[in-house]
């Protein structure tokens, strides 16, 4: 299983920006093929699905639920084999604890968080007035 450990969280104002940050645990030297994805969870809500990410065919295939889409950007430093979340344009539904995740190779990657076996611990994003 890969080590993930998020960074990033904070507390912002509606229409304000965060990056999210995901270290990974796989070396710098190997591109990282598994799925990538961050997802987050809400209070009383279930966890859902927010970017996924894979590297295939010396391309990166990102892809954005509707809801964050063209708000958030998933993106990976290959040579730090880390993940990012840059979430502009915040709302308070996007209030959540986010949490990165990896998982087996495949096309596309999954959104349901079952298909999905390393997970980070997440990081706590606030929007609010």
């Known amino acids: 299983q890969v080590q993930l450990v998020e960074s990033g969280g904070g507390s912002v104002q509606p229409g304000g920006s965060l990056q999210l940050s995901c270290a990974t645990s796989i070396d710098s030297d190997t591109t990282i093929t598994n799925c990538m994805a961050w997802f987050r969870q809400a209070p009383g809500k279930q966890r859902e699905s927010v970017a996924t990410?894979?590297?295939?065919?010396?391309?990166?295939?990102?892809r954005h639920v509707d809801s964050v889409t063209g708000r958030f950007t998933i993106s990976i430093d290959n040579a730090k084999n880390t993940l990012y979340l840059q979430m502009d344009n915040l709302k308070p539904e996007d209030a959540a604890t986010y949490y990165c995740a990896a998982g087996p190779p495949s096309r596309p990657c999954p959104l349901e968080p079952s298909k999905y076996n390393s997970w980070g611990s997440g990081t706590q994003v606030a929007v609010s007035s």
């Open positions: 990410l894979r590297n295939a065919d010396m391309t990166t295939y990102t």
